[in-house]
């Protein structure tokens, strides 16, 4: 499938760089990481020395599962996309690969086949906490280890680096791990990587500035509502050919939606009109990655409505307060967040909803935003 073109913000003095490709998996420009091109791969290499190759090629930051034997052999593969080679090479040894915020995480199939749902799952967890914590959250940064780290006193070292707790360690089995690094991503994406080895996630807590630790649910999913707009004739039955495991209930012109992150992509892009083959996508919702320090939330709006071609409207009821309360300064910090995360994001910091509608923003009180 075509991939949709890049968009960048222009910016203007006092904004940090900011970075709005439509992406899908990767913080940078061009096709998912999985969808790239590569070679043709002769077998008998063992994995580690494959992902090795792959790093020095620019495709991705490995990340191995701890269940994943590093000497495993690769069987050949012949020249196509990333994720259709490894496939090919990893054979009938049920691993598979996936990837995240520029990481290419190899590990057991039903792990890989979950990694990006339990990711956005951990993102809805961080509007659970409080404002301090979820900044942290969405904090971007890379993370690296020595040989023979023990995971617990890592995740307990790296949440404390960012002024949070984790309430229950002891659910971290004693491990040591080899030498390794994650990429540049947020810190709620790093746990996500950290933790999936171990089948766990990450849970806010009631406590303030602390988590706590939850088994990964076993087939995790997603619930969204959608607006179906009259321009589009959605064909519900193809996208229930495509997502066999998929519970989409219509009423009118709205869907709610509960499937893994991949088929949410899916409807979203279907929405959108810009469906162009049958393949579902491994990932062509858009994404942004958004860094800005003490600007006035109506300048943030604005640039985003310039760049999407978006059109705003106030709710009577809250029109001149919402006008004044966008004229606060905000710190936004996300990273692979979609349009609607960075609105919903951007309307907690001045105290109302603002809800993607279509191409209009729509701002109304905070108990009216769309449910997730």
């Known amino acids: 499938m075509p991939r949709p073109r890049a968009a960048r913000l222009a910016f203007s003095a006092g904004w940090m760089p900011i970075c709005c490709g439509l992406l899908a998996a990767a913080a940078h420009a061009g096709p998912p990481l999985l969808d790239q091109s590569v070679g043709r791969s002769d077998g008998g290499v063992e994995l580690a020395t494959r992902l090795a190759g792959l790093e020095r090629a620019g495709l991705g930051v490995p990340v191995l599962d701890r269940r994943v034997d590093p000497h ?12 259709d080679a490894l496939a090919a090479s990893f054979g009938a040894n049920r691993v598979g690969a ?4 520029g990481a290419l995480y190899v590990g057991p199939t039903p792990a890989a086949r979950d990694l990006r749902t339990l990711a956005e799952i951990g993102r809805k967890q961080v509007t659970r906490l409080d404002a301090g914590s979820r900044s942290e959250m969405r904090r971007i940064d890379s993370l690296s280890w020595p040989r023979l780290t023990e995971p617990r006193g890592l995740i307990e070292s790296l949440l404390d680096g960012h002024g949070l707790r984790l309430q229950n360690p002891e659910t971290l089995p004693l491990d040591v791990w080899d030498q390794g ?20 996630v990450w849970q806010a807590s009631d406590a303030p500035r602390a988590i706590r630790l939850a088994p990964a649910p076993r087939s995790p999913s997603i619930s969204k509502r959608y607006n179906l707009p009259k321009r589009v004739a959605w064909d519900e039955r193809a996208f229930q050919d495509a997502f066999p495991s998929a519970v989409v209930q219509r009423r009118g012109n709205r869907v709610e939606l509960t499937a893994r992150v991949e088929a949410h992509e899916r409807l979203a892009t279907e929405l959108r009109g810009e469906v162009e083959d049958d393949t579902p996508p491994s990932g062509g919702e858009q994404r942004l990655t958004l860094t800005v320090r003490q600007q006035p939330a109506a300048a943030v709006l604005q640039k985003l409505t310039e760049t999407f071609s978006l059109s705003v409207r106030y709710e009577p009821s ?10 606060r300064r905000v710190d936004l910090s996300v990273s692979q967040a979609t349009l609607a995360e960075l609105l919903d994001e951007l309307g907690m910091q001045v105290g109302y909803s603002l809800s993607l509608r279509g191409k209009e923003i729509l701002i109304g009180p905070a108990s009216a935003g769309a449910v997730d």
Not at 72 to 83: D, R
Not at 98 to 101: A, T
Not at 181 to 200: K, V
Not at 318 to 327: I, K, N, Q, Y
């Open 181 to 200: 690094r994650l990429p540049p991503m947020t810190l709620s994406d790093r746990l996500t990587l950290l933790l999936i080895g171990f089948d766990l």
């Open 98 to 101: 996936s990837e995240l915020s």
């Open 318 to 327: 809250v029109s001149d307060a919402a006008r004044t309360a966008l004229t």
């Open 72 to 83: 495993l052999p690769m069987a050949p593969a012949p020249a196509g996309s990333l994720g």
